[in-house]
Each structure stands twice: as structure tokens, then as C-alpha cells.
């Protein structure tokens, strides 16, 4: 039997990585690495060696799911279609929310976008963002004008200094690891700051591990070292930016000397000094943060130090510098430029500018109009509205999303959850978050669908439908099309190829414009945006000017604010949270893929040794973690890598996930809730007793 060999994305992390997908009579039978990706230059991690292999599991949604009392009964598209279109229209359209997916392609989340604004006429439409890009897309648009990566990953290998914050990257984004080792074969240094002893510290040439939350501090001094030692770049400074005084006079304070912070993050004076010291003096510096730094309520004021800081020592614009923040899923990039965001439409056009709110009428032409131009409730106002009393949202429609595993404050998310009259859940598997839904949708997945996905550094890149969906499953952008040609909206949803969405949003998306879909398609993609010397599109922003009106920098000052949550006698230990290299998100994939679950299979936690000692607690025993707000049991592993009074557990674990300990309601400006800041105890169980 013929063997085929189809290049499509990796569906995991935003590295966007190209994976060959080795095909036989209809099944994907393995994968290969691509040589020809600039990416990942025939390289792939664990995630996208065996990503191959939850394709054809049989639990795959295969028909629309209708509830019937407590039970589900398969339909139609026909009957799932109808019974969705009566029950949205006993709503009005500020009673109805929308979640797009990070997961999903750039087509789906463009057609759910449109189909929010232009058939629901909601604003309230957000997507999972929220919890890890939301404080790059706020935090890097105030200091530059845009928020997005700023260098590509191959630039990392060219840096001569690499300042690594919020990001374990040697697992959360291995591939992208290998440029860091490409740049320290040339004599580059790698400066990690983390609460953990992580694999990406064992290649760190500095070392500085804090306590979790105190990145502020931890950049406000090195960048007041940087001025008292006079490594600023003046002349960067003063042509390229403006705010510079206020923004000297508060990282300049005594609070922030090296004495002071030395003494709250646990950094010892002289590494935060060697630190200044060798940002400040390397030609070329560059910085990679990850949901470590962004992940946070406070995030927003993260990312502005971090640009700060870039700025301050003229690292923008050039190869090898730059802010670069790691995008944790696969397409989370794309599903923002599409305008899955409460307050922008695709290319983050404001939704309250009536010249480009004019201008996406026009294009859409949608005879009962739009959405009113203001912006809509983000993800975590939605659930809370569905709670609220008067009740604000009472119906959702949710595409690739799973909040009751991935999003903060667990119970909440369910109380929400139920409380919506009507619930439509389009996903590939039956996720927990089904359970409560009126209709479930069977959608394609990224092997069964052709599109488009952008990675972290801005790189819009071909997936490629390589087998059929299992049963009458259909790519989401089509669910939704059809969904809006039922409900009387044929001439905006008629679509007969994907390549006819992408040139509508190459329209729509200022950003994407100048791309086609034949120039996507090559092995190279195409960096937005495209600009009108580089053909690929700009892979190096802000060679001249920043995005903003005035074209210069902002220096945004920050001051560091301990966090709400302190260690106590009642809950002692400081709990910080993160990826491991072998599962995904809410493992709805990973956990059904037997390579990656053979590795880990179980929820656990790590606790430094003599933290453990005190709690009488030994490797491999099963414990109780308990938080002001809930507990948990998993099995405890004794470690030398977190610090002193800080337990560490990965967020990939559906049998423990800890959302029940995270503040969803303790969120910044950006939404982003407060998910590393988490005080617990721990204890052992009684010996015959819970398991
Ligand atoms: S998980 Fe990320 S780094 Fe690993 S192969 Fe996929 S895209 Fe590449």
C-alpha cells in the first residue's frame, strides 16, 4: 500500500513547528520531521513526534451530540442545526457569548468571529488568550504599538546575550531551545531567571532563581544598575523614545537598589549586578518570556518592564535583539489577528473606530448590519455575567475551547456553565466542559482540515487536510458557515474553499494584507506584516519606528506590588504552576496519545527536600494540597529544584487540574487571572485512608 508524506503544523505549541504526516489508505499512520521548515530544520519534539496519534482514536466525535434530560442522543447536522438556530434567537445579542480557540485555524476563527459581529451581533467574543497572550498583545502595545513578537526564532541563535524570564523553554518550547544553544555555540550568554531549577537552567551561564511574582523588582533593578553604571544607550534613547524621565526616576528609587532586592526574591546582590552588567554591555541582547512572566494578574506591567528594558539598552530593531514573547499554543497568535478579542476586529482594528468600524461593514455588507462599535466582555467577565443576577449572558457557543479544565477558579467556571440556558460546544473530543452542553458539535482536526495558522514570531503557515474527519465531523469554519447560511445569511457565509476565506481576510486584516494563499503555502510562510520590501513580510520589527501615532517607544514605569497572597502559618508554601515537555494544555490531545502518556501519566507535585521534611511527607507519597479556596490529592515528588517554601505542579493534568486554586476574579486590565500566586499546605494522607 502506498505510503504519502503531507507537511502540515503541529498542533501543540505556538513554535509552529512543520511536521510530515505519513498517511496510508486514509490513516495517519506516523510522522517525520520536515527538513525544508525554517522552523524546525527537520528537528521535533516528543509533543510533535507522536501528534500523529490521538488522529484516530476512537473516542473522536463522530455525529452532533443533542441533550435529552441527562442524556445525549446523536442527530444531524440538520436537527443540531435547527435546534441551535431557535434557541439563539430567544436571546438578544448582548445575551449571548462566543469563545474561539487557540487550537483552531486562522479560517475558523475568522468565520466565528464574523458570525459573532455580523449574525449574533454580539460583542462578547473572546478565546483563551486572555490567559497567557492578552498582557503581550496590552503590555507590548502601550511601549511599541503592537503586541506581538518583535524578532523570529531563528534571530534568537544570533544573540550575543539571551535574558530568558517566565519561560522554561528547553520544555515549553523546545525547538525554539535549539537557537539558544545555536547562540552560546557562538559565545552567547544565557541569563534564566526562575523559581525553578528547570531543564532551560541547567544551560543558564546565570542562574538567578526568585520567588514567583517578583519579576518586577527583578527587572526595575537590573535596569537601575544599567543607568548607575552609565550602560544606557543615549542616543536609542533619545531618538527612538519618549518618557524617559519618569520611568528613570522610579527604577532609580533606593527600593530597587541591588541590597533591597536582593533580600525579597532571594537573587543574591552580586548575580543582579553581573546581570546589568552583561544586558548592558552585550552588542546584541534579546529577551524570551513565556507565561511564566505574561501568565499573571500584573502581567500587563510585566511585559512594559520587559520592554523597558529592551529599550532602555537599545535592543529593538536589530538581528539578535528584541522582545520575544513565546506564544504557548499553536495558534494563539492567528486566533488574535483574526479578532477572537472583545475589542478588535481582525489585525487589531479598535471596534470603536468608526472609520475601520465603517470600513468592515462595508466589506461584510450584511443588510441587518453589525455589532454596536464597543467593546464586548472578555472571557472572564462572560462567566461571570452568566452568574450574575440579573443573569447577562444566558447563552454560549464554544469552539475548541475546554474552560472547565483550562481556565481559573474551576467551580466557578461549572456554577457558570450551568446556569447558561443554552450551551453549544463544538470540539474533537467530548470534553469535560461537554457535559454541560445542550448540543455538541463533532469538529475536524488539524490533520483533517486545510487552513492557515500563525506562530509565535507572526508566521502564517499551511495546514494541510490529509485524512477525512471521523463520521460527518466537518472543519469548524464550516460548521459555522453553514450554521449562519441556516440562519438566513447565505450571501456572507457561502464559501467553497478555504483559499476564499484567507483572501477575504488578507481584506479585512490590514495586517495580512499583500499575502495569498499560494504564497502561505510554501515551506517558508509569511511573516505579517508584509510591508513592501520583504516578500516574505517583515520578519524584524521597528527597524525605524515603532507602531505608534508618534512613531517613537513609550517608556512605561512600573512599580513592583507584592502580591495580594502571602505565605502564612496556614498556608506556608508559595505555588507556582507550568508546561512539562510531554503534555499540552488541558491534554485533550496529549493525554490521548499512548508515547507522551506513557512518559507521565499522573498529576503530581514537586516540593523542595527539607520543605518536605518538615511536612513529613516522602517522594512518591500521595498528599493533600489545600488553598484558601480548595484542595486537591496527588502524589508528591521530592526535588532540589524548586526553592525553599515554593512547591511547583505542571497545569496539564485533568485528574488534578489546580484551576480550583486560581483567582479567576483577581484579574488585571487584560483579564489575565492570578495564576501563579497561590499560597497552599500540604499534608500526607492518612495511611489507608483517601486515595
Ligand atoms: S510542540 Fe512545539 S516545539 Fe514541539 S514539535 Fe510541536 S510546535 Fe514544535
Redo the contacts with the bound molecule.
Keep these: 500500500m502506498a505510503l504519502d508524506l503531507i507537511p502540515t503544523i503541529?498542533p501543540?505549541?505556538g513554535?509552529?513547528?512543520t511536521?510530515n504526516l505519513i498517511v496510508q489508505n486514509n490513516q495517519v499512520i506516523g510522522t517525520i520531521p520536515n527538513n525544508r521548515s525554517p522552523v524546525?530544520e527537520g528537528k521535533?519534539?516528543p509533543?510533535?513526534t507522536y501528534?500523529h496519534q490521538f488522529i484516530s482514536n476512537p473516542d473522536r466525535l463522530k455525529k452532533p451530540l443533542i441533550r435529552r434530560g441527562d442524556v445525549f442522543v446523536e442527530s444531524d447536522w440538520d436537527a443540531a442545526y435547527h435546534i441551535i438556530e431557535k434557541h439563539l434567537k430567544m436571546y438578544s445579542p448582548d445575551e449571548i457569548g462566543i469563545l474561539g480557540s487557540a487550537h483552531c485555524s486562522n479560517e475558523d476563527n475568522y468565520i466565528l468571529m464574523k458570525f459573532a459581529h455580523g449574525v449574533l451581533k454580539t460583542c462578547h467574543l473572546d478565546h483563551c488568550a486572555r490567559k497567557c497572550h492578552d498582557s503581550t498583545i496590552n503590555g507590548l502595545s502601550l511601549s511599541f504599538g503592537m503586541g506581538v513578537m518583535t524578532n523570529t526564532i531563528s534571530d534568537i541563535g544570533e544573540s550575543d546575550c539571551i535574558f530568558c524570564l517566565g519561560s522554561n523553554t528547553f520544555e515549553q518550547?523546545?525547538?525554539?531551545g535549539r537557537q539558544i544553544i545555536r547562540a552560546k555555540s557562538h559565545g552567547a550568554v544565557l541569563i534564566y531567571a526562575d523559581p525553578r531549577y528547570t531543564p532551560t537552567a541547567m544551560q543558564a551561564d546565570l542562574f538567578l532563581q526568585f520567588y514567583s511574582g517578583s519579576d518586577v523588582g527583578v527587572l526595575n533593578c537590573i535596569m537601575g544598575e544599567i543607568i548607575r553604571k552609565g550602560l544606557e544607550k543615549r542616543s536609542f534613547i533619545d531618538t527612538r523614545t519618549r518618557d524617559y524621565d519618569a520611568f528613570r526616576r522610579v527604577v532609580l528609587q533606593r527600593c530597587y537598589e541591588p541590597e533591597q532586592i536582593s533580600r525579597l526574591t532571594g537573587i543574591s546582590e552580586e548575580d543582579l549586578r553581573l546581570a546589568a552588567e552583561w544586558i548592558g554591555t552585550a552588542k546584541t541582547c534579546t529577551v524570551l518570556y513565556a507565561m511564566g512572566l505574561s501568565h499573571n494578574t500584573g502581567g500587563v506591567n510585566n511585559v512594559r518592564a520587559v520592554a523597558n528594558l529592551m529599550m532602555l539598552t537599545g535592543n529593538i530593531g536589530r538581528r539578535g535583539t528584541g522582545v520575544n514573547a513565546l506564544c504557548g499554543q499553536?495558534n494563539v497568535q492567528g486566533a488574535c489577528d483574526a479578532g477572537c478579542l472583545p475589542d478588535s476586529f481582525p489585525g487589531y482594528q479598535d471596534v470603536t473606530d468608526g472609520q475601520k468600524y465603517q470600513k468592515i461593514v462595508k466589506t461584510w455588507n450584511f443588510e441587518t448590519g453589525i455589532s454596536p462599535p464597543k467593546a464586548g466582555y472578555n472571557i472572564t467577565r462572560m462567566f461571570r455575567a452568566a452568574l450574575e443576577k440579573p443573569q447577562k449572558i444566558k447563552a454560549m457557543i464554544l469552539v475548541g475551547e475546554n474552560p472547565l479544565v483550562s481556565d481559573p477558579d474551576q467551580e466557578t467556571i461549572r456554577e457558570a456553565l450551568k446556569n447558561l440556558k443554552f450551551l453549544v460546544v463544538s470540539d474533537i473530543f467530548f470534553t469535560e466542559t461537554c457535559q454541560y452542553a445542550d448540543v455538541v458539535l463533532p469538529a475536524a482536526c488539524f490533520a483533517e482540515k486545510d487552513g492557515t495558522v500563525t506562530n509565535t514570531e507572526r508566521r502564517v503557515q499551511r495546514i494541510r487536510k490529509v485524512v477525512s474527519p471521523p463520521g460527518i465531523a466537518k472543519p469548524d469554519w464550516q460548521i459555522i458557515s453553514d450554521l449562519a447560511c441556516v440562519m438566513g445569511f447565505k450571501n456572507q457565509f457561502q464559501y467553497k474553499t478555504v483559499n476564499e476565506i484567507f483572501q477575504e481576510m488578507t481584506e479585512v486584516n490590514p495586517l495580512y494584507t499583500g499575502m495569498t494563499y499560494e504564497k502561505v503555502s510554501s515551506p517558508d510562510g509569511m511573516f505579517w506584516p508584509v510591508g513592501s520590501t520583504d516578500s516574505g513580510g517583515l520578519s524584524i520589527l521597528y527597524r525605524e519606528k515603532f507602531s505608534g501615532i508618534d512613531g517613537k517607544g513609550v517608556f512605561c514605569p512600573v512599580e513592583w506590588k507584592f502580591h495580594a497572597e502571602q505565605p502564612d502559618k496556614k498556608y506556608p508554601l508559595l505555588l507556582t504552576t507550568g508546561r512539562i515537555i510531554w503534555h499540552?494544555q488541558s491534554g485533550t490531545m496529549t493525554w490521548r496519545s499512548k508515547n507522551l502518556l506513557d512518559e507521565v501519566n499522573d498529576a503530581y507535585i514537586e516540593i523542595h527536600g527539607s520543605d518536605a521534611e518538615s511536612f513529613r511527607i516522602s517522594d512518591g507519597d500521595m498528599i493533600r494540597v489545600s488553598s484558601r479556596e480548595s484542595s486537591m490529592i496527588c502524589k508528591a515528588r521530592i526535588v532540589p529544584d524548586v526553592k525553599p517554601g515554593v512547591v511547583f505542579m505542571p497545569i496539564n493534568f485533568v485528574s488534578a487540574a489546580m484551576n480550583p486554586f486560581l483567582n479567576a476574579f483577581g484579574a488585571d486590565i487584560s483579564g489575565v487571572s492570578s495564576n501563579r500566586h497561590i499560597c497552599v499546605n500540604i499534608s500526607p494522607l492518612n495511611p489507608g485512608g483517601e486515595k
Design positions: 503541529c501543540y505549541c513554535t509552529g513547528c511536521v524546525n521535533l519534539c509533543k510533535g501528534c518550547h523546545p525547538i525554539i499553536s499540552s
